[in-house]
């Protein structure tokens, strides 16, 4: 405990403004996330709208988020990082406005897509943000950090807006009760755009490039095709497994909760919340660990150990039984994301870091859109039970490919 006590403190005393500002933005945008993980398909359901339509929305949203990358990359090198992020926060919260309240399927879609366009933004400059502001020393930990702030928002979030949900249902119906939390979430990213106009420094604030859209958009694809080869290569195959077989039944948990439990909204709250504290204490676990036992072995025994869990949660067996699966396979399989950012950002060089983050985003969301299809299908056509043999497997084979192409790095060892 002394040893990681000493990482954090070493890490508050040399944050950088940037960080600690970017560090409040993703804080208010992850309640917006934790409120559509667990209000987000029950609204869609109690408006009456089938899990495969919820599927579809999700599955949108997501291929937004990945196809986004790119137009994103693009913005953030011509422009530059302070804009494109204000830039895509703004599109965040007005689709999101229109996609919960005008009940037209085919406008929900599109503004489905433009919302996941918009959130893109953040996810594809957080690496580099928080990469280029941290000295080398305390860059794991920024990681872990923001990776640890995301899920106590992600905690208080879920524990509010769900009770909060179903204390106003009493009042105004659940249709009513979920729309109200629901656009109350989303206008909390409007703090973010506050906070994001205090971003300074040329890290933040200057071109990068004084090239054209096209020579732009060459010289991202360029930087695309070198990362098709060797241990990238591997790294986004790793990535695609996983964001398949996750998307296939993370969107869903609420619904599956809920509707698998026959509960209400603040104990599906309760759940979510629970199961993400533990994925708290595990990102402070995470820096001290990996120097221990080293980065790439953390990230496989977090993730093997996940799966007994993720078994455990096909047989229920009861609110206290499921909820402490949930607790361990939220945790085990998601503590060791902050390494693997860091790991992303280090088998590239420093001219290709946004478009190595772009390329993770792009892989990761589609084939996450790719798996919420899939996992909204069959939960409508089969059970709730069905995706999460699917996932099962994509989970174990990552893992492998993860192993099979690290087994020799040592925790010292940065991988070029």
């Given at each position: 405990?002394?040893?990681?006590?000493?990482?954090?403190?070493?890490?508050?005393?040399n944050i950088?403004?940037?960080?600690?500002?970017?560090?409040?933005?993703?804080?208010?945008?992850?309640?917006?996330?934790?409120?559509?993980?667990?209000?987000?398909g029950i609204?869609?359901?109690?408006?009456?709208?089938?899990?495969?339509?919820?599927?579809?929305?999700?599955?949108?949203?997501?291929?937004?988020?990945?196809?986004?990358?790119?137009?994103?990359a693009i913005?953030?090198?011509?422009?530059?990082?302070?804009?494109?992020i204000?830039?895509?926060?703004?599109?965040?919260?007005?689709?999101?406005?229109?996609?919960l309240?005008?009940?037209?399927?085919?406008v929900?879609?599109?503004?489905?897509?433009?919302?996941?366009?918009?959130?893109?933004?953040?996810?594809?400059?957080?690496?580099?943000?928080?990469?280029d502001n941290?000295?080398?020393?305390?860059?794991?930990?920024?990681?872990?950090?923001?990776?640890?702030?995301?899920?106590?928002?992600?905690?208080?979030?879920?524990?509010?807006?769900?009770h909060?949900?179903?204390?106003?249902?009493?009042?105004?119906?659940?249709?009513?009760?979920?729309?109200?939390?629901?656009?109350?979430?989303?206008?909390?990213?409007?703090i973010?755009?506050?906070i994001?106009?205090r971003f300074t420094?040329?890290?933040?604030?200057?071109?990068?490039?004084?090239?054209?859209?096209?020579?732009?958009?060459?010289?991202?694809?360029?930087g695309?095709?070198?990362?098709?080869?060797?241990k990238?290569?591997?790294y986004l195959?790793?990535v695609?497994?996983?964001?398949?077989?996750?998307?296939?039944?993370?969107?869903?948990?609420?619904m599956?909760?809920?509707?698998?439990?026959?509960?209400?909204d603040?104990?599906?709250?309760?759940?979510?919340?629970?199961?993400?504290v533990?994925?708290?204490i595990?990102g402070?676990?995470?820096?001290?660990?990996?120097?221990?036992?080293?980065?790439v072995?953390?990230?496989?025994?977090?993730?093997?150990?996940?799966i007994?869990?993720?078994?455990?949660?096909?047989?229920?067996?009861?609110?206290?039984?499921?909820t402490?699966?949930?607790?361990?396979?939220?945790?085990?399989?998601?503590?060791?994301?902050?390494i693997?950012?860091n790991?992303?950002m280090?088998?590239?060089?420093?001219?290709?870091?946004?478009?190595m983050?772009?390329?993770v985003?792009?892989?990761?969301?589609?084939f996450r859109?790719?798996?919420?299809y899939?996992?909204?299908?069959?939960?409508?056509?089969?059970?709730?039970?069905?995706?999460?043999?699917?996932?099962?497997?994509?989970?174990?084979?990552?893992t492998?490919i993860l192993?099979?192409?690290?087994?020799?790095?040592?925790?010292?060892?940065?991988?070029?």
């Amino acid at each position: 405990m002394k040893s990681a006590m000493t990482v954090y403190y070493d890490f508050f005393k040399n944050i950088s403004r940037n960080v600690k500002l970017y560090l409040g933005i993703i804080f208010f945008v992850t309640i917006v996330s934790s409120a559509y993980n667990v209000l987000f398909g029950i609204y869609l359901k109690n408006v009456g709208f089938t899990e495969a339509f919820v599927g579809q929305i999700l599955s949108i949203n997501t291929m937004g988020i990945a196809f986004g990358a790119i137009p994103m990359a693009i913005f953030a090198e011509r422009l530059n990082r302070k804009k494109t992020i204000i830039f895509g926060m703004l599109l965040m919260v007005i689709s999101n406005l229109i996609v919960l309240n005008v009940q037209v399927p085919m406008v929900m879609q599109i503004f489905a897509f433009i919302f996941g366009i918009g959130n893109s933004t953040l996810m594809i400059l957080q690496a580099p943000i928080i990469y280029d502001n941290t000295p080398d020393q305390h860059r794991i930990t920024a990681f872990s950090m923001a990776f640890v702030l995301q899920n106590v928002a992600f905690v208080l979030g879920s524990l509010v807006l769900g009770h909060l949900s179903g204390w106003i249902t009493h009042y105004v119906g659940p249709v009513s009760a979920n729309r109200w939390v629901l656009n109350a979430a989303t206008s909390l990213i409007f703090i973010g755009v506050l906070i994001a106009m205090r971003f300074t420094g040329d890290e933040m604030t200057a071109k990068k490039h004084e090239h054209t859209i096209k020579e732009t958009l060459e010289g991202i694809l360029a930087g695309y095709r070198r990362m098709l080869v060797g241990k990238p290569l591997f790294y986004l195959m790793q990535v695609s497994l996983i964001g398949l077989g996750a998307g296939m039944i993370v969107p869903f948990f609420s619904m599956y909760l809920k509707y698998t439990l026959q509960t209400t909204d603040g104990i599906v709250g309760n759940i979510m919340a629970i199961s993400q504290v533990g994925t708290v204490i595990g990102g402070l676990v995470v820096p001290p660990l990996a120097k221990k036992l080293g980065r790439v072995r953390t990230v496989i025994i977090c993730q093997l150990l996940s799966i007994p869990f993720l078994i455990s949660i096909l047989f229920p067996q009861g609110i206290i039984i499921i909820t402490i699966s949930f607790f361990f396979r939220s945790s085990l399989m998601n503590m060791a994301g902050p390494i693997i950012g860091n790991l992303a950002m280090e088998i590239v060089d420093d001219e290709t870091r946004t478009y190595m983050s772009s390329m993770v985003s792009l892989v990761s969301h589609l084939f996450r859109a790719v798996g919420i299809y899939i996992g909204g299908y069959l939960m409508f056509k089969y059970d709730y039970n069905t995706p999460y043999y699917f996932t099962i497997v994509c989970y174990l084979i990552g893992t492998y490919i993860l192993y099979n192409v690290f087994k020799n790095i040592n925790k010292k060892e940065h991988l070029q």
